[in-house]
């Protein structure tokens, strides 16, 4: 127990003298007294004494657009595996074209709104992903171009490219 013990700062020991005490810390175990001090202190005074700021809440975080191109990288890779799965649900519970036959009434049937919304959500994940490989792919092969400014540049360039290229796709 003596290699847990570490000295504190003199504004946490209760101790009345200048020099700092040395107070030993159980890893789980409070005593009763400790645990009563501990539930009077609330996290903002703990902190204060500690000289530690307190964390933000995540919803005032604003994540880095690196972040949140990583995020939906990850996200349209899910939603490509998801609708490859559920077309070959439809061809195996449909028989043999079935899946064709799906895509034929959604291209036909649901006007020209619904076919460009539809050629969009089927376009945009995938161009997403595969200029997201490219980009990854072109930072393994050159990391002098993994800088900060370098990685937010080239989040709006994917960003852009994709919902341009996605946009062109839904008239062809």
Do not use: Q
Not at 29 to 34: M, P, Q, Y
Not at 83 to 89: D, I, K, M, S, T
Request: glycine fraction near 10%; charge should be positive; avoid cysteine.
């Amino acid at each position: 127990m003596a290699k847990f013990a570490r000295r504190l700062p003199p504004t946490i020991t209760s101790s009345t003298s200048s020099t700092p005490s040395t107070a030993i810390r159980g890893m789980t175990i409070l005593s009763k007294d400790s645990a009563a001090e501990f539930k009077k202190e609330n996290y903002t005074s703990r902190m204060a004494a500690t000289r530690r700021p307190v964390s933000p809440h995540v919803t005032i975080y604003s994540f880095p657009v690196a972040a949140l191109t990583s995020i939906a990288n990850r996200v349209t890779g899910t939603a490509l595996s998801f609708g490859a799965a559920g077309l070959g649900v439809v061809e195996l519970v449909g028989g043999n074209g079935a899946a064709l036959d799906l895509m034929s009434n959604i291209g036909s049937g649901g006007g020209a709104l619904v076919v460009a919304g539809a050629k969009f959500s089927v376009a945009f994940p995938v161009v997403y992903h595969y200029l997201g490989g490219v980009r990854h792919l072109i930072w393994d092969n050159s990391p002098e171009m993994l800088t900060n400014l370098g990685v937010e540049k080239t989040s709006y360039i994917l960003v852009g490219s994709s919902l341009a290229i996605s946009g062109l796709a839904m008239f062809v």
